[in-house]
């Protein structure tokens, strides 16, 4: 029979009404419950503990994929960069090998032909110093480009580390 009265009296604290529990309870069984009352408590503590970690875990994953698609909009950016120096420099290395091929060719030739020669090494000079513009701007561009990726990148590592103290936090045992 004494096995049997401890479940009761937690079912009885548990479905009970407040007032009939107080005016009931002897003083024996209030002593029981107190510990009850103090274990509800650091449940209800360690819930909400572990409820408030999971919405900061849930908002730093969803700023480290944010900032993962923004780190890859920037590495794309300067791959697009690098592609355009690389396409501009065989453009100009062209237009230079055909500048001196047209120059040599110019020694070689008789008065009138030379003066359709030149104009056309001056139509090439013009090219070439085109081509270096258009070089020097997209090396601006791609150096733009690695210093945003670089910016970005640093925030991501920064994200990834509070997620990582995050995560750590939440496996720490608990008293």
């Known amino acids: 029979m004494g096995r049997l009265t401890c479940p009761l009296v937690v079912v009885a604290l548990a479905v009970g009404p407040a007032g009939s529990r107080a ?8 002593a029981a419950a107190d510990p009850l009352v103090v274990e509800m408590r650091l449940l209800r503590q ?32 300067v791959d ?3 592609e355009a ?17 047209v120059s040599r060719q110019l020694d070689n030739v008789v008065e009138e032909p030379r003066s359709e020669l030149r104009r056309e090494v001056e139509s090439l000079r013009a090219e070439v110093e085109d081509h270096d513009r258009q070089v020097e701007r997209l ?34 045992p608990r008293p």
């Open 23 to 30: 005016q009931t309870m002897a003083s024996g069984d209030r």
């Open 80 to 82: 697009r960069a690098e």
């Open 139 to 172: 090396r601006v561009r791609l150096s733009r480009a690695e210093q945003s990726l670089r910016n970005e990148l640093e925030s991501y590592r920064q994200l990834e580390a509070t997620l990582i103290a995050l995560e750590r936090e939440l496996q720490r």
């Open 85 to 101: 120096i690389a396409a501009a420099d065989h453009r100009q290395e062209r237009t230079r090998a055909n500048l001196a091929r």
């Open 46 to 77: 360690a819930v909400d503990r572990l409820t408030v970690l999971a919405v900061k875990s849930q908002l730093a994953v969803s700023r480290l994929v944010a900032q993962q698609q923004r780190v890859a909009r920037e590495q794309e950016a």
